[in-house]
């Protein structure tokens, strides 16, 4: 049973920052790629960022690109983003996933972020 644990959410200031984290258990993360995607109520859920299992490459969104930073911590099977100079339109419920052989497979309950202006 794979299962992802999303935390670091909460309530910051427009400009401000916040780290999530994801961590995993019942998978060695160290052999997949991993996102974070986000989700509105009423909206389809889009993708944030994604690192390739060697962490050799990542990938963002055009909204969050140079604002945004996905690392992992292969050893701690911990997946990170960290998000800086956050804007309102940031504010979505988060969520870690990892990527199977075909699509993103397991999903995390989510953490919500709310970015006041």
């Known amino acids: 049973q794979v299962q992802l644990v999303e935390s670091g959410g909460g309530l910051v200031q427009a400009g401000g920052s916040l780290r999530l984290s994801c961590a995993a258990s019942?998978?060695?993360?160290?052999?997949?790629?991993m996102g974070w995607f986000r989700q509105a109520p009423g909206k389809e859920r889009e993708f944030v960022a994604s690192i390739r299992w060697s962490g050799s490459s990542t990938y963002y969104a055009g909204s969050v690109k140079g604002r945004f930073t996905i690392s992992r911590d292969n050893a701690k099977n911990t997946v990170y983003l960290q998000m800086d100079s956050l804007k309102p339109e940031d504010t979505d419920v988060y969520y870690c996933?990892?990527?199977?052989?075909?699509?993103?497979?397991?999903w995390g309950q989510g953490t919500q972020v709310t970015v006041s202006s």
């Open positions: 996933t990892t990527k199977g052989a075909v699509s993103w497979d397991y």
């Open positions: 019942g998978r060695t993360v160290s052999r997949y790629d």
